[in-house]
Nanobody
Framework: QVQLVESGGGLVQPGGSLRLSCAAS????????MGWYRQTPGKERELVAT??????NYADSAKGRFTITGDNAKVMVYLQMASLKPEDTAVYYC???????????????WGQGTQVTVSS
């Protein structure tokens, strides 16, 4: 059973920085993509950044401020966030899409979410 565990969320002042980490338990035969989404109450979960085969995609709101990195071998994904704004306040979810070691199928896994609050 694959589980994703996020860490690094918290309270930060506007203009500050945070680094989110996501680690997956279990082993994978292959990784299709990894990334981060975020969600605020009453809104749909929205893409923040994804990384797939070295190709990186950012939401417009994240470009120039956030940096995603990933390690397929360790099945870890990070999100370095800088110049944070109050509108970045949300629950951030990591995901991994890949084929577990003993599976012939590809699955999409989500972490439990970590709260990021940007406030003075």
């Amino acid at each position: 059973q694959v589980q994703l565990v996020e860490s690094g969320g918290g309270l930060v002042q506007p203009g500050g920085s945070l680094r989110l980490s996501c680690a997956a338990s279990g082993r994978f035969r292959s990784i299709n993509s990894m990334g981060w989404y975020r969600q605020t109450p009453g809104k749909e979960r929205e893409l923040v950044a994804t990384i797939s085969s070295g190709l990186i995609n950012y939401a417009d709101s994240a470009k120039g401020r956030f940096t995603i990195t990933g390690d397929n071998a360790k099945v870890m994904v990070y999100l370095q966030m800088a110049s944070l704004k109050p509108e970045d306040t949300a629950v951030y979810y990591c995901y991994v899409r890949g084929r577990p070691l003993l599976s012939a199928l590809e699955y999409h896994y989500w972490g439990q979410g970590t709260q990021v609050t940007v406030s003075s």
